[in-house]
């Protein structure tokens, strides 16, 4: 599908952006030139997605659609019981209420936010055992969404009191900037889950992407096709959640996958009462087909190598300008490191935040922060948490923009690079959810 674009001019966007409260999320989509906002369900489908569309079958129960969607399932992740939802989240909540109790500490590598909130929304806590490399844009490691094995190691030795329910993994990890995790690495956490008796799980949202790392950077597996990478990767892991929209190619979709057969019956109750029949799992038959078409099309290298080497052209332009980005560059999207980029606005005043909307503003160019906005309060102090990286996330659409955007995108990027020393003040915040707070927040400019 081809869709117009519309350009508008610098003097309407500065009152659309002060129109929506300083928050992305607010613009309608008609303002925006190129939408980097998030690559969730933004992207094209191919034309056998569509083809399966047309053959949809909407039977409440037992659909020929849920069907190839759970066999298509079963031959990717080599997973036995398949629950489909609406979405990524909507797994995570029907999962996260079978697995996750008050008090409980869930590690990872830097969990995503919705992860993060039906965690703490429990009143359970996550632990970060993220590599130190991934937050330091400037280290070159090949597998920056590595889990530190020997933190990951202690925080189980010291768990007397049994709080750590079982360990997330997410593949490729976005908050660190859409970097990938190691077979090695995973086949390490996986051990060490399996010492103390521990399940494994994956976010696997992006699981492909990090399956086309592995193919051209971790030698033992560059003859291995993608998909024979990915049932590996799975191979270590107890179950998953999916965000659907993401290496399923659709616009919506999500699932849970898993061995154990205890776990699978009771997430069905969960999964009945928040998504729908459990051969629907809020998804339309339609919809169920076209993400069977997208799980094998997104599995494979072809379609990989392009669209992870058009998120490199981007990166590559970026660095050429001298602009600080999150290296290697990430999967999905490219990250402009703020902390570097914009030193000069005050992190009390939401620096990456603030350079997004300077993105906007410039170029029409939607973007999001990955900062302390995004981080939260901390739900005990209800202070700001401020993270290591201050990161605005590019993040590229499947299917959708050109190289010609690329360039566009980069070349905007440059003049704001041009004139940062300038930039003194950042933004305020006047109105705040408790969690998540990032989607409705309301800001106001400071000026000196
Ligand atoms: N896990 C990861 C790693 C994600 O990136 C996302 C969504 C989810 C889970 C939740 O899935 O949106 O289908 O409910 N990430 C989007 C993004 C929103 O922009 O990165 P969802």
């Given at each position: 599908m081809v869709e117009y674009i519309k350009p508008s001019t610098i003097e309407q966007r500065k009152e659309?952006?002060?129109?929506?409260?300083y928050n992305l999320f607010n613009l309608t989509s008609e303002k925006v030139f190129i939408d980097l906002l998030t690559d969730s369900g933004t992207g094209a489908m191919s034309d056998n997605q569509w083809a399966e569309m047309m053959k949809g079958d909407e039977s409440y129960a037992g659909s020929q659609s849920f069907l190839k969607l759970r066999d298509t399932v079963k031959k990717i992740t080599g997973f036995i019981y398949f629950l489909p939802t609406h979405q990524g989240r909507a797994a995570e909540n029907v999962l996260f209420s079978v697995l996750v109790k008050e008090g409980n500490i869930i590690p990872g590598n830097s969990h995503f936010d919705t992860t993060k909130g039906h965690i703490e929304f429990r009143k359970a806590t996550t632990l970060d055992c993220t590599i130190d490399e991934a937050f330091d844009t400037t280290v070159y490691h090949p597998f920056k969404g590595n889990v530190n094995i020997e933190k990951l190691e202690h925080a189980l030795i010291n768990d007397i009191e049994n709080k750590?329910?079982?360990?997330?993994v997410t593949i490729t990890c976005n908050s660190a900037g859409g970097q990938p995790v190691s077979i090695e690495n995973i086949k390490?956490?996986?051990e060490?889950?399996?010492?103390?008796?521990?399940p494994l799980y994956f976010d696997a949202a992006r699981f492909a992407e990090n399956a086309y790392f592995i193919k051209i950077r971790e030698e033992e597996y560059k003859n291995h096709s993608i998909k024979e990478i990915a049932k590996k990767m799975f191979s270590y892991a107890d179950g998953m959640t999916m965000s659907a929209k993401k290496d399923g190619l659709v616009n919506m979709g999500g699932f849970i996958a898993l061995n154990n057969e205890d776990v699978y019956k009771k997430a069905t109750v969960f999964n009945i009462m928040y998504e729908g029949f459990i051969t629907y799992g809020g998804l339309n038959g339609r919809d169920m087909g076209a993400l069977a078409v997208g799980l094998d099309e997104a599995t494979e290298f072809d379609y990989l190598e392009t669209r992870v080497e058009q998120v490199a052209f981007l990166g590559?332009?970026?660095?050429?300008?001298g602009i600080p980005v999150q290296q290697p560059f990430g999967g999905h999207a490219i990250f402009l490191d703020a902390n570097k980029f914009v030193p000069t606005i005050p992190r009390s005043e939401y620096r990456a935040q603030a350079l997004a909307i300077e993105l906007y503003i410039v170029g029409g160019i939607r973007s999001v922060e990955i900062g302390t906005i995004l981080a939260d309060r901390d739900p005990f102090t209800h202070k700001n948490r401020y993270p290591e990286l201050e990161l605005v996330r590019l993040a590229i659409p499947r299917r959708t923009y050109s190289l010609n955007h690329m360039r566009y995108i980069a070349a905007v990027l440059k003049n704001i690079y041009d004139y940062k020393d300038q930039a003194k003040r950042g933004y305020k915040i006047v109105d705040?959810?408790?969690i998540m707070r990032h989607f409705t927040v309301k800001l106001e400019k400071l000026t000196s």
């Open positions: 659309w952006i002060k129109e929506a409260d750590i329910p079982f360990v997330i390490q956490v996986s060490v889950c399996k010492k103390f008796k521990k590559k332009q970026l660095v050429d300008y705040e959810a408790p």
